[in-house]
Each structure stands twice: as structure tokens, then as C-alpha cells.
């Protein structure tokens, strides 16, 4: 067991858990994730194994026939994915983000009809708010639904959409403004809709198509798609939570969740860098010694370790804190921050260790410094996490005057 990331204060199932999952990573990712990820490849192999293992249905409850762990445990199973393959947590991110929103504000038909398939890994989720125009303003969303009857009709455009092709149910952020007057803020007229789906590209059921995959820099494999809505209809039964007007506050609840996930990835991916740099340190020789005892170096490494605990440390907390109950958007935005920026950094010391040779396709970092960037701007970007970190910060810290 590496001597970074350990976490205090785990049960003796969570530990059998990692070390499962640990192990599948070595055995099963780290050996292939490089081909794959320069042909693009979806890694099903993988994904069956995830599903044999039983982490779709990780953090769903027992009653639905997942393992009912909490976030701490998943994300600390993330954390071991990222650390093989960045995509591979991806895949399974916005469907434990679905799978969240569903048991904390679906309504009993649609927890009993959906959870069951999710934590079977029958059902894959993935969740959509951004489209082409807004970047990070969600209020700026245009998509909208209109009642007709039993049913809604939506119409409009979706971005980035992770899972868009392999997923079969979407839950997509619309404005909704049946039963909320003009001048009603924006935040208070979306609403969330549970969209099934076939799998696949082109028209997948009437009024819906996923165009196809984005092609990226990195975070390969996964895809990552757009989603088009023209006269799509939905039942009413598949509003979330059964009332319109509540979308954002349950996308916000979910992102939450999200960028605890997105913290961990960054630990994961830091973490595989820091091995990767700290290996190669010691087998490279210049002027008569490993550059591992070169004091530059030892530096660099120093540097690195630190990084990596301190953001594992944070995550771990942003974790703990929402499965207490308490609200976490403070402490998930700081370690959303801090371990995306610092495993930037990391990344990049790994690539400079490296030399010449972290430029060459042959070499595992050189995929790893393509991902990194990704972990920037996903769940918002590092702009807006301090946004929220001020506004709490100033919340906490109100002036007595």
C-alpha cells in the first residue's frame, strides 16, 4: 500500500472495498488505459468489470439493491480509478450524480422504478445543465418545456454532456414557467426531467438526438456529447421530485456531489503522477547518480508528496461533511479548487522529471499531463469556486459593526 492518500478512521468494509477496487485498477487499468485512451476507445471490458464489482450501485441504498455506502466511500473509490484512468471515474460520476438526485428528491414511483436498474448497472445515468452560450451562468438557460396535457414538450440545445451516447437516462436542467409569473427569478422556473433513452448516436427516441462524440485533447474514451431537444415529449411523472420549479436547487445538490468527485480525481490523477515521477527519478542518471539524488529534484518531489496529502486531506473533509447532512458547498468548492490546481502542478513537475521522454506518446505521463486540464473546468471552474468560497466566507464571517 503507497504511503500518500491513507485516510484514518475507516471501517473494516470500506478498507476490503479499496482494496478491491485498488487492485481491479492494477490488474485491470493502469495496463491498458494508455492504449485505449490514444485510440479513443470506449473500455467496456472495463465498465462490465465495474459493474461485476457492484460500484454502479455503490452509494445507492440496500433497499434498492446497491451497497448503501456513503460519499466518502466513493469518492475515495474514484480517487483509486482516477489514478488509473482518468475516464473510467467519469463514466461513473454523472451516474452516481443521477443516482443521488433520485434518492434525495425523487418521488417513491421514481425511486422504485429507476434505482434498482441503476444499481444493477442496467440503467446509466448522466445529467446535463450547460449549453453553447451559457459557459457557467445556469441562469442563462434557454432550453425550455411547455405542458401539453399529461406531458411536457422540450425543446432546445445541450453541452457537454458526459455519457451522452452510452447512458440511458439523462437528467436535463430546462426552464419550466407553468406556474411561476413573469419577474420570477430564473433560478426558481427550471426544472429537472428524467429523459430515457436508447443508447447510441443520431436520434435516440423521438425529439431527442446526440449528434455524436467531441473530440478532446484528453479525458478520451469516455464520451462526452451534445444533446438536441426538438419537440421532445416527456410525461408529467417524470419531473423530478413530481413539482416543476425545483431544478436548480437539485442540480446544485448534485454538483455538490459532483465536485467532491472531481476533487478525488484530481487526487487520483496527482497521485499515479507523483508515482510516476518519483519511479522515474530513480532509474534516470545523470552525471553519475540517479536524478533522484540530485537536490532540484528531492525538491520537486517534496513539493509533490505535500500537494497530494493536502488535497486528499480536503477532499476527504468536502466527503464527510455531506454525508453528515451538513452543508458542504464551502468545503466542496475549496477541494474542488485546491486538488484540481494542485494536480495541475503536480502533473506538470512529473512531466518536467521526465525530460525529453514525458513528451513521447510511450510514456504514461504524457496522457496523464492531456487529462489534468480537464479537472480546471469541470463542476465549475476554479473562478467559481472562489466565488462560492467568498459568498460563504463572508456568510460565516459577517461583520458585527
Known amino acids: 500500500m503507497a504511503r500518500l492518500a491513507q485516510t484514518a478512521g475507516l471501517t473494516?468494509?470500506?478498507?476490503?472495498?479499496?482494496?478491491?477496487?485498488?487492485?481491479?485498477?492494477?490488474?485491470?487499468?493502469?495496463?491498458v488505459a494508455t492504449e485505449l485512451e490514444h485510440r479513443d476507445e470506449y473500455p467496456q471490458q472495463i465498465v462490465d468489470g465495474l459493474k461485476e464489482l457492484g460500484l454502479f450501485g455503490l452509494m445507492?441504498?440496500?433497499?434498492?439493491?446497491?451497497?448503501?455506502?456513503?460519499?466518502?466511500?466513493?469518492?475515495?473509490?474514484?480517487?483509486?480509478?482516477?489514478?488509473?484512468?482518468?475516464?473510467?471515474?467519469?463514466?461513473?460520476?454523472?451516474?452516481?450524480?443521477?443516482?443521488?438526485?433520485?434518492?434525495?428528491?425523487?418521488?417513491?414511483?421514481?425511486k422504485d422504478?429507476?434505482?434498482?436498474?441503476?444499481?444493477?448497472?442496467?440503467?446509466?445515468?448522466?445529467?446535463?445543465?450547460?449549453?453553447?452560450?451559457?459557459?457557467?451562468?445556469?441562469?442563462?438557460?434557454?432550453?425550455?418545456?411547455?405542458?401539453?396535457?399529461?406531458?411536457?414538450?422540450?425543446?432546445?440545445?445541450?453541452?457537454?454532456?458526459?455519457?451522452?451516447?452510452?447512458?440511458?437516462?439523462?437528467?436535463?436542467?430546462?426552464r419550466s414557467d407553468e406556474g411561476h409569473p413573469e419577474g420570477t427569478a430564473p433560478h426558481k422556473s427550471m426544472t429537472t426531467f428524467l429523459v430515457e433513452k436508447e443508447p447510441g448516436f443520431g436520434e435516440v427516441?423521438?425529439?431527442?438526438t446526440i449528434p455524436g462524440k467531441i473530440d478532446k485533447m484528453g479525458y478520451k474514451g469516455v464520451d462526452t456529447t451534445e444533446l438536441i431537444m426538438d419537440g421532445l415529449r416527456i410525461p408529467a411523472n417524470r419531473v423530478l421530485g413530481g413539482t416543476t420549479g425545483r431544478g436548480f436547487y437539485q442540480m446544485m445538490d448534485g454538483?455538490?456531489?459532483?465536485?467532491?468527485?472531481?476533487?478525488?480525481?484530481g487526487c487520483g490523477v496527482a497521485q499515479r503522477a507523483f508515482e510516476l515521477g518519483v519511479s522515474y527519478a530513480q532509474q534516470r542518471h545523470t552525471f553519475g547518480k540517479a536524478i533522484a539524488e540530485h537536490q532540484a529534484i528531492q525538491f520537486k518531489l517534496a513539493?509533490?508528496?505535500?500537494?497530494?496529502?493536502?488535497?486528499?486531506?480536503?477532499?476527504?473533509?468536502?466527503?464527510?461533511?455531506?454525508?453528515?447532512?451538513?452543508?458542504?458547498?464551502?468545503?466542496?468548492?475549496?477541494a474542488k479548487y485546491l486538488a484540481s490546481e494542485y494536480c495541475k502542478e503536480v502533473v506538470e513537475d512529473a512531466f518536467r522529471i521526465h525530460g525529453g521522454y514525458g513528451f513521447s506518446k510511450e510514456y504514461e505521463i504524457e496522457r496523464l499531463y492531456r487529462e489534468a486540464p480537464m479537472l480546471l473546468i469541470g463542476e465549475g471552474t476554479a473562478e467559481i469556486q472562489k466565488m462560492i468560497i467568498g459568498r460563504r466566507l463572508l456568510e460565516e464571517y459577517r461583520f458585527q459593526g
Open 12 to 31: 473494516d468494509v470500506q478498507q476490503e472495498i479499496l482494496k478491491t477496487v485498488r487492485e481491479f485498477v492494477d490488474k485491470e487499468i493502469i495496463p
Open 60 to 110: 445507492i441504498p440496500e433497499e434498492y439493491g446497491g451497497l448503501g455506502e456513503s460519499l466518502l466511500t466513493y469518492a475515495l473509490c474514484v480517487e483509486e480509478i482516477a489514478r488509473g484512468w482518468m475516464s473510467v471515474s467519469g463514466i461513473i460520476n454523472t451516474h452516481f450524480i443521477v443516482a443521488y438526485m433520485l434518492k434525495q428528491h425523487g418521488t417513491q414511483e421514481q
Open 113 to 174: 422504478y429507476f434505482l434498482p436498474r441503476m444499481a444493477a448497472g442496467e440503467t446509466r445515468g448522466a445529467f446535463s445543465m450547460s449549453e453553447p452560450g451559457l459557459g457557467s451562468d445556469v441562469s442563462a438557460i434557454t432550453s425550455k418545456a411547455v405542458r401539453d396535457g399529461d406531458e411536457y414538450v422540450l425543446n432546445g440545445q445541450k453541452m457537454w454532456l458526459t455519457n451522452g451516447g452510452t447512458s440511458t437516462l439523462v437528467a436535463v436542467l430546462v
Open 205 to 208: 427516441r423521438p425529439g431527442l
Open 255 to 265: 454538483v455538490e456531489v459532483g465536485r467532491v468527485n472531481v476533487a478525488a480525481r
Open 303 to 334: 513539493e509533490m508528496a505535500t500537494k497530494v496529502e493536502a488535497a486528499h486531506a480536503m477532499m476527504v473533509n468536502a466527503a464527510r461533511k455531506k454525508d453528515s447532512g451538513e452543508r458542504n458547498d464551502l468545503e466542496a468548492g475549496m
